[in-house]
């Protein structure tokens, strides 16, 4: 994924991301009138404030993310910034209560999260519904987009790439609340499962003749399990990624890791594995995609074949440059 430097900031020194983008949102309404077009836009209606205030105290009921204040002070607008966080008690119902007479409450969320976050706000407002709106942030940010080609701001197109980079990290790395499927034994089993194959790979590919393990180790990392090994003049890390999995488009458990003897990621590595399977190609990440009905022994055994063939295949093409 493409780092901006807000999304670098708020990974390395900022635990809430809801607080940073909600900030950032009042950042954007209070600086670019392209950003309250787009909003009046997604509201449907005439006109919206010019003053944003983030987290504004109330007595009783809460601190909405960005509140919206026209020129007599009165809250027109909140909107409710949120990625994988549960409803607070405060919401949506004492967030109606601030809001003025004709006022408009906006919940901003990811795009899978839209529905059953509706159907929840809905549920618990009851005949309120007139006045909750929702949108993803994607949607929000595209409306924002759309106005600026009117009259391009280049610092406004800056900001919004940032926002929009920090939206897809949290899409796609926030946690959502658990569910009861979650929490289910099997999937603690699974991955025990997917352990204990990348062991038995182990203990096959030591066998190999092309395979060198000498100083080399298996390693437990953060989100999985695996172990290097050279093959040819690679280094190699061959794992069970649970960042992968869920994050790469060909959603598998099983990679391999292939750079060169000095354990640098190269061009030509990155080439030769594009041209032995592109769709499961990933800079010089190659996702080993297993079928459903597979059982362990032919998981193991497929995935074995698997690390030979692209081994085999980097070590012919590279050895005969055929990438320079």
């Not at 030769?272 to 592109?278: E, G, I």
Request: charged share 25%.
């Amino acid at each position: 994924m493409k780092k901006s430097l807000l999304t670098h900031i708020a990974s390395n020194f900022i635990s809430e991301y809801e607080n940073v983008a909600n900030s950032s949102v009042t950042y954007l309404l209070n600086e670019y009138p392209q950003a309250q077009a787009a909003l009046k836009s997604l509201l449907d209606i005439e006109k919206v404030p010019s003053h944003y205030v983030t987290e504004l105290s109330t007595t009783t009921n809460g601190r909405p993310d960005v509140t919206g204040l026209d020129d007599n002070g009165n809250k027109t607008i909140i909107i409710e910034g949120k990625f994988w966080a549960n409803l607070t008690s405060n919401q949506p119902n004492n967030y109606l209560e601030e809001l003025a007479t004709n006022g408009k409450l906006l919940f901003l969320a990811p795009a899978k999260r839209l529905v059953s976050l509706e159907a929840e706000v809905n549920k618990r407002s009851k005949n309120q519904s007139d006045k909750i709106f929702f949108s993803s942030w994607e949607f929000f940010l595209t409306l924002v987009e759309k106005e600026n080609s009117k009259d391009h701001d280049q610092h406004l197109s800056s900001d919004l790439t940032q926002m929009k980079e920090l939206c897809k990290k949290m899409n796609e790395e926030g946690m959502p609340p658990l569910s009861m499927s979650d929490l289910d034994p099997m999937n603690g089993r699974r991955s025990v499962h997917f352990s204990d194959i990348i062991n038995e790979c182990n203990s096959i590919l030591r066998k190999w003749g092309n395979a060198d393990f000498s100083g080399l180790k298996t390693q437990s990392q953060t989100y999985g399990h695996g172990f290097y090994f050279r093959s040819y003049s690679f280094g190699c890390f061959l794992s069970f990624d649970n960042q992968n999995w869920h994050t790469k488009s060909n959603h598998t458990p099983i990679w391999l890791d292939v750079k060169n003897q000095e354990w640098q990621e190269t061009q030509e590595i990155n080439h030769a594995l594009k041209y032995f399977d592109s769709p499961n190609s990933y800079g010089n990440k190659l996702g080993i995609v297993l079928s459903a009905g597979m059982d362990k022994e032919q998981a193991i055994t497929y995935i074995v074949k698997k690390v030979k063939e692209v081994l085999t295949h980097l070590n012919t093409k590279l050895s005969n440059k055929e990438f320079d």
